[in-house]
């Protein structure tokens, strides 16, 4: 069993930077690719970034490479997105997700576990 825990959301400017933190319970968060979605009101969810167990696997959208950047730290149980250059578009909610598996998948159906999510508003 793992409960995530996303933080770090609020309201920026387009150009400006957030950084989203996801605090994991339980001793075997090494164990999970992690992923990011997100979900737009009237749209569907989306993959944003995901990281294998070693952090040297990482996957991004099209929409957010370059721009966006997923790390974790087994050690403390986190996973953070780094989010530069916001653009409008990137508003939405936004969800890390847990998979018992070695790197992460685009399917947001295959995760096991969710968090809450947290709100990321850009103005133009």
């Known amino acids: 069993q793992v409960q995530l825990v996303e933080s770090g959301g609020g309201l920026v400017q387009a150009g400006g930077s957030l950084r989203l933190s996801c605090a994991a319970s339980?001793?075997?968060?090494?164990?999970?690719?992690m992923g990011w979605f997100r979900q737009a009101p009237g749209k569907e969810r989306e993959f944003v970034a995901g990281?294998?167990?070693?952090?040297?696997?990482?996957y991004y959208a099209d929409s957010v490479e370059g721009r966006f950047t997923i790390s974790r730290d087994n050690a403390n149980n986190t996973l953070y997105l780094q989010m530069n250059s916001l653009k409008p578009e990137d508003t939405a909610v936004y969800y890390c997700?847990?998979?018992?598996?070695?790197?992460?998948?685009?399917?947001?159906?295959?995760?096991?576990?969710w968090g809450q999510g947290t709100q990321v508003t850009v103005s133009s």
């Open positions: 990281v294998g167990w070693s952090t040297t696997i990482t």
């Open positions: 997700a847990a998979v018992r598996n070695m790197v992460p998948t685009r399917r947001f159906s295959e995760y096991n576990y």
């Open positions: 339980g001793r075997t968060f090494s164990m999970y690719a």
